[in-house]
């Protein structure tokens, strides 16, 4: 298959996941992670994530797993190209594509800042490939930042293997809600 549709295939899948089995992979997926990142991170580490839409795993818990973090969340602009901003709850605002976005008017972050970017996707491989829904912003955010890569997706949405382009950037680890895999090398389950 190729990518789009490999897109229109893990898209229907994700969608089509009960509510109450993605809430409970979430929840999998933060306590997880937030162990790893304990583990893999200076103390109080700036980390880039996401607000969840579409049916993607709902990382919001992280906020009080890992309260000593700096969060910060993109918004997205034109040319392919996201601003960063520091996570604030009651400065949120709709992006046209449906999901919340830091107000444009807040402070920008320095992608050369960031610890670890936690990254949406619609699929992931054990390779580190990664297939977003198709407009480049992640692989543009991506190449310019050397933040620890961290792809986000429940087990349902894990290829085999991914098509990938010249301009396609891999991640360095994968979290699901079973395990953590190491785009490489091995995988971290957590106890």
Same mark, same amino acid.
């Given at each position: ?16 996941? /009960? ?5 409970? $992979? ?10 790893? #990142?304990?583990?893999?991170? /200076?103390?109080? /580490?700036?980390?880039?994530? !996401?607000? $969840? ?12 797993? #890992? ?9 997205? +602009?034109?040319?392919?190209? +996201? ?21 444009? =008017? ?14 949406? @996707?619609? $699929?992931?491989?054990?390779? @580190?490939?990664?297939? @977003?829904?198709?407009?480049?912003? !992640? ?19 894990? $290829?085999?293997?991914?098509?990938? @382009?010249?301009?396609?950037?891999? +991640? ?6 079973? *395990?953590?895999? =190491? ?5 971290? *389950?957590?106890?």
């Amino acid at each position: 298959m190729d990518k789009s549709e490999l897109r229109a295939h893990f898209c229907s899948l994700r969608e089509g996941l /009960p509510a109450e089995e993605v809430a409970a $992979a979430s929840v999998a997926i933060c306590r997880g992670l937030a162990r790893w #990142l304990a583990d893999q991170l /200076p103390n109080q /580490p700036t980390i880039l994530t !996401y607000l $969840a839409f579409r049916n993607e795993p709902d990382l919001s818990l992280l906020f009080e797993l #890992l309260p000593d973090a700096r969060w910060i969340v993109p918004r997205i +602009m034109e040319g392919r190209h +996201m601003a960063l901003h520091s996570y604030d709850p009651s400065r949120l605002v709709r992006h046209r594509f449906g999901m919340l976005e830091p107000a444009a =008017d807040l402070p920008t972050v320095d992608p050369a800042g960031i610890d670890a970017a936690l990254v949406p @996707g619609v $699929a992931f491989d054990r390779q @580190g490939g990664r297939l @977003g829904f198709g407009g480049g912003y !992640y692989d543009c955010f991506l190449s310019t930042t050397p933040a620890l890569r961290i792809g986000i997706a429940f087990d349902q949405c894990l $290829a085999r293997q991914l098509p990938r @382009g010249e301009h396609d950037q891999r +991640m360095d680890w994968v979290a699901t809600q079973s *395990k953590m895999i =190491d785009c490489g090398r091995m995988e971290w *389950k957590p106890s």
